[in-house]
């Protein structure tokens, strides 16, 4: 009877230790990734790399400038284009739903939301750069816009959904209509929770590669507007990890940091955002 | 007109105000919807003469030839089966030891700090998993691991043949890791929708924590579980840039894990700005409807899983 109860200790004790492994592991990731691109990206940045186009290839030195600044465009076309749509569409579901159309605007988010970036970008290239034959920074724009909308669709809903219904029935007691109470009630009180949301969403495809590559393609120089060619940070570190050249090797490790310093911040803020309403409510 | 007719007047005005919001909040759920369909439409148009030229012979040939304008989808399919199952392979054990440890062994306190920390390595953008694939990964593998397999296991047809480092393997570890948090976090909420009663009970009548984990806990999260394996290898067969930058980008099939292969996703990345005829555009997009039908077909059963196992709890509750 005790040999069996200490055979069962040591299986709990050893199935105990194996778990945590395993999950301190995984953490661990973690520090492992930021760790290396700490110490590859931070010998090789420098102020050139803010300031400057890239080099003509041989040449050393030059920075990623243009790459910055097209990456900003990308993102402010994504977020303009796709976070009013998911956020309109996220009310529906939580204030305005049916029966059975709720249901299956759902679902059908969720399926988008798994459907593989470069199948959007697919798509975006078929409707914006097939057309007119040039790779522009609007198809990119409108890949990672496609890419945003579900994601904020689910948060938007989520968030609303969490505001109390206590709420919503003092404003309607109050002889509110339903519209004035989903716009001055509910809306403001699940604010924090929405833009943590959003913040998210535009940091998940601010790293997204794989749909930039045949819509805002890339470019050397300086995008000139909407509809030319355009750089952006992931696709400059794929080229430039992929190439033979030490010195672009250096440039992507620069390039690789910078964007998940900006992923790290993204994730911390949102942290803030939502840690500021907890303590607010208490 | 009398006070009451305008207030009336205006009262119908908001209820129409009403009408109207919802109207419009319609309109934009129903852009997803709309979204989705021409998604679908646009890739089954665009893909059309490749269709029209190979039939369903495309899913089954092994050519892959722009210049003679012969395309075949099954190096492809072969090369995203086998890394996305190598990934599973690897990262199921690991993600659900690890969830199991997440909800029921450890303090809650180091639980927490535990799931913000494997949340954030979702965050990491996939082009920089290929960037440390690249440099950090592929040398040991090239130098150590591979060589080790090969002497210890080379018997088998899985570790023959030459050793580049890029390859099979070295895109199977990456996904590996790359789905690690999905399976966790995904895992983790299953098993703690488990009502709490399931555990005491195990726990009142004796059992450690492991053994109330394990035969309690465990399956009945079971459907949940399994979603997120769906989950995570839908993800997986649609991973791209990680992929195309370590597994070697060639159109051949080999038994060997430690041969170079080729994806469906890392064919697309890296043929698609190149291609100049019609026909391999559209071959390309037919790759591209595949890829998208696999995905869908997985996502789709993930989620009832996931829906099924959000009812059993609630239910149980």
Redesign the interface.
Known sequence: MSYRYAARKAVNGLMFTLAGFCAVATASIVLFILGFLVWNGARAINWEFFTQLPKPVGEAGGGMANAIVGSAQLLLLATLFGVPVGFVAGVYLAEFGGRWFPAVIRYITDLLNGVPSIVIGIFAYAVLVLPVKRFSLAAGGLALGLIVIPITVRTTEQFLRAVPVSLREAALALGASKWRVVATVVIPAAGRGVLTGTILGVARVAGETAPLLFTSFSNRFWSTGWDQPTASLPVMIFTYAVSPYEDWHRQAWAAGLVLLLLMLAANVLARLVLAGRGACRS | MTVSGITRAALIR??N??R???L???A??????L??V??VA??YA?SAPSRRQFGLGFLFSRDWDPVAEQFGALPFIYGTAVTSLLALLLAV???V??A???SE??PPRVSGA?T???E??A??????????A???LVPPLREHVQPFLQERFGFLPLFQGPNYGVGLLAAGVVLA?MI??FI?SISREALMAVPREQREAALAVGA????AA?HAVVPYARLGITGSVF?AL??A?????AV??VIGNSPTIHASLLSPGYSI?AV??NE??EAMSEMHISA??QL?LV??AL??LI??LA?LLLLATARKGAVGA
């Open positions: 908001l209820r105000g009403d109207i919001a919802h419009v909040t319609l934009f759920a129903s852009c997803v919807l979204i989705a021409l998604l646009e890739l665009s054990p690991f993600g030891g690890a199991i440890f997440l062994l450890a535990l913000f920390v494997v954030l390595l965050a990491v953008p996939s082009v920089i998993y290929g960037l440390l690249i440099f950090v890791i690690l948090p966790v450690t924590r492991w053994e394990w989950l839908a993800r067969l649609g991973e791209t840039m195309t930058m996703a697309i990345a698609f700005t390309l997009i591209g890829l998208f995905t869908i996502n789709a989620r």
